[in-house]
């Protein structure tokens, strides 16, 4: 099974900025759409933003012009570029990879999270 392994999260002040890393590890995979979600305290997941292998970009309206999702397909590493963060941008951030594995099969992993806090 492919890992997703996220770091970069943190505290930081309210227009400030924090950059997330998600690595996958294992072996005989190609990893497809990536992405980042978000789950605040009593809300739901949400999609933040998905990038292709190709490099195709999506964002939810909350983050456009102040994010910008980025992957390294040689490195199986995708990106998450935070600036002008905002108390509401307060969240565990997900990263997640549509993986297709030589063994397994195709399938969507997770990674365990990382927290990213803002204070006003």
């Known amino acids: 099974q492919v890992q997703l392994l996220e770091s970069g999260g943190g505290l930081v002040q309210a227009g400030g900025s924090l950059r997330l890393s998600c690595a996958a590890s294992?072996?005989?995979?190609?990893?497809?759409?990536m992405g980042w979600y978000r789950q605040a305290p009593g809300k739901q997941r949400e999609l933040v933003a998905s990038?292709?292998?190709?490099?195709?970009?999506s964002y939810v309206d909350s983050v456009k012009g102040r994010f910008t999702i980025s992957r390294d397909n040689a490195k199986n590493t995708v990106y998450l570029q935070m600036s002008s963060l905002k108390p509401e941008d307060t969240a565990v951030y997900y990263c997640?990879?549509?993986?297709?594995?030589?063994?397994?099969?195709?399938?969507?992993?997770w990674g365990q999270g990382t927290q990213v806090t803002v204070s006003s």
């Open positions: 990038i292709s292998r190709a490099g195709s970009t």
């Open positions: 294992g072996s005989g995979f190609s990893l497809n759409a």
């Open positions: 997640n990879a549509d993986v297709v594995s030589s063994s397994a099969g195709h399938y969507r992993s």
